[in-house]
């Protein structure tokens, strides 16, 4: 009775120990949250617009209200500017010298369903191209996203791979820039090369405006139903001028992702 009753006694007195000292850290805890900027767990941070100023380091202006777009506007064609080749070439008719089986992908609908614009849309960061060659230097603004060249071969073809489901139908590229230079333009291509890298086609777009920030779309007409089976796809992009003056922001591409149907989901009671 009494081994007993002093187990007892000694639960309690634990229990009051382990209290105490959870409220002390939990006192704690809030205090030091409290003299700390980042937010507590679970709450979202407020991200604070930053405006920079266009200056030799880089820095590009940028409005803090957001710049709103429209639906992509063709203003350039697949035959118009240069070619994203070393020489500048435009593509030969390649025909692919081998054809693989493919899986059946569901149709695009056809008649009064057929898209008249786009469904999904894919972005990509001026900082993620890199140059095809290593004559050429650059850095990236101050932000993290957008990209110029500092000397070198300002002509170099940049590139980053196009990685899209199988199936889907490619309708625009749009080119977000940064241009002040009214003498020079970027040119970006979206290119289809065959299984052993022969170029097959591609459409290109160029700044069009030098008033800064802005952005400029080509139409990709007739679509094109990405194929991986025989091809590849790939954004290319040339700056043409080393300058913080003229920098790559990104690239969007907007394509048509066709319904799948599915089984139902069949539970087993």
């Known amino acids: 009775m009494h081994r007993r009753l002093a187990t007892w006694i000694l639960l309690a007195v634990s229990a ?27 709450a979202a941070a407020t991200p604070t617009p930053v405006a920079y100023s266009s200056s030799a380091s880089g820095a590009q202006a940028i409005a803090s209200n957001a710049m709103s777009e429209a639906a992509p506007v063709a203003n350039s064609s697949a035959s ?25 992908l569901a149709a695009i ?19 993620v191209f890199k140059p095809r060659a290593s004559d050429v230097s650059y850095a990236v603004g101050s932000s993290g996203g957008c ?26 590229l749009r080119m977000y820039y940064y241009d002040t230079e009214a003498s020079y333009s970027l040119y970006g291509w979206f290119t289809k090369y065959d299984l052993y890298g022969n170029l097959v086609q591609e459409w290109n777009v160029r700044s069009l405006s030098s008033g800064g920030n802005s952005y400029d779309d080509v139409a990709i007409s007739p679509v094109e139903t990405i194929d ?13 001028y080393a300058s913080p003056n003229l920098q790559l922001c990104g690239f969007r591409v907007f394509y048509y992702q066709a319904a799948y149907a599915s089984l139902p989901l069949v539970v087993k009671p």
Do not use: C, K
């Not at 609908?109 to 900082?127: F, H």
């Open 16 to 42: 009051l120990l382990v209290g105490t000292w959870g409220s002390t850290l939990v006192t704690q805890a809030a205090s030091s949250q409290s003299g700390n900027s980042a937010p507590l767990l679970g």
């Open 228 to 240: 991986y089976n025989n091809y590849s796809y790939v954004i290319n992009w040339r700056p043409t």
């Open 147 to 172: 990209v110029y060249v500092t000397g070198g071969n300002a002509n170099q073809v940049w590139s980053v791979p196009l990685v899209l489901p199988e199936g889907v139908q490619v309708q625009a």
């Open 109 to 127: 609908p056809a008649g009064a369903d057929a898209p008249s614009a786009y469904n999904r849309t894919l972005r990509y960061v001026g900082s």
């Open 80 to 104: 118009a500017g240069p070619s994203s080749s070393t020489d500048g070439s435009p593509p030969a008719a390649v025909v692919p010298t081998s054809v693989e089986p493919r899986p059946a």
